[in-house]
DNA sequence: CGTTGACCTCAAGTAAACTTGAGGAAATAG
DNA sequence: CTATTTCCTCAAGTTTACTTGAGGTCAACG
């Protein structure tokens, strides 16, 4: 592998794809290219028709890659991204939007699987999962608020004993 | 559509797929195919050719549905649901040990997204993800045990600045 | 017995998030 | 200057988890 120019700062607003960008922030060029025509990040181009990102991409990536650890599919990243100003650079104000929002969706996911391992903890407990008489058996007070579906199916694993 | 007999018990052992399996479940018969060719679920055929599930099927799903919501990809599923003994009905200690292993797997997810949203809160405290000279500017303090790639993610985050 | 409605099989399509490959041009080490 | 590297474009492939469709069968209502 030929080595990159070390420390050696271009013009501060231009870098290139590979040497810099997937090296830096971890992600194979295709995917950064992936992530373009997705519009989730931009490039100008040189002469020779390569690609220049400006430095913000790093902080783009980094990210996207955060939101895509809350679960988040990227279609909704690129129109949280959208709606950042195109125009100027973005402020503190928002990314808080952003990162707020995210708290949020990761909160609720959170939440789900908290819960989720409850009822299994309970589950385990009283060996409902293998036995039909659970003294949980009362699939409300083991699964409080939920959606329809989890309630249906809890109720079913809570009650339909399929052998015993 | 054609009303199914409503709570005539079939010979116990033996139910059909749409009529009490899908509906019963809230899978789509094309799932149930879909699941038997993965081996998560096994069926009989009668005289017709046309499947007979045995009760147990309804728990299986269910226990498909939840281990899912755990996050765990159905070939996993599936490999923990094969180690049940296909010639004995599963036990109380059978199922325990998929339990166990799912809350596991249930537990680390749990952390991770909840260390995820510890950071995020961090950083929307002091506003480190739209300004690079944050507080918490030394990565370790905020990232604590976590993988390699996590560590990177984060360490530009905090401290490559791509705008300010 | 005929007509629906429920099933069957197998192939192909879908969506998300990328990766791989082919064919060709630009940039750079030596 | 030339041999590598790196990059470009565009198409096609990959995985997961299913769904949809075509063409044909089975079963039950009337």
Redesign the pocket.
């Known amino acids: 592998?030929?080595k990159l120019?070390e420390r050696v700062w271009l013009p501060r607003s231009a870098i290139?794809?590979?040497?810099e960008v997937?090296r830096r922030s971890g992600v194979?060029?295709?995917?950064l290219?992936?992530y373009e025509t997705k519009g989730l990040i931009h490039s100008g181009r040189?002469?020779?028709?390569?690609?220049r990102y400006t430095r913000d991409v790093l902080r783009r990536v980094a990210v996207i890659k955060i939101a895509?650890r809350t679960g988040m599919?990227?279609?909704e990243i690129a129109s949280a991204l959208a709606a950042l100003p195109e125009s100027r650079t973005p402020t503190a104000a928002d990314w808080r939007r952003l990162s707020e929002r995210w708290r949020a969706s990761l909160e609720s996911r959170i939440a789900q699987l908290t819960q989720l391992r409850d009822q299994l903890d309970g589950c385990i407990g009283c060996g409902c999962l293998s036995l039909g008489q659970c003294p949980l058996r009362n699939p409300d007070d083991v699964l409080g608020r939920e959606g329809k579906g989890a309630r249906r199916l809890a109720a079913m694993v809570l009650s339909d004993s399929g052998f015993e």
Request: charged content about 10%.
């Open positions: 592998m030929k120019p290139s794809a590979w040497g997937a194979a060029v295709s995917t290219h992936f040189n002469a020779g028709n390569q690609r895509q599919p990227l279609a």
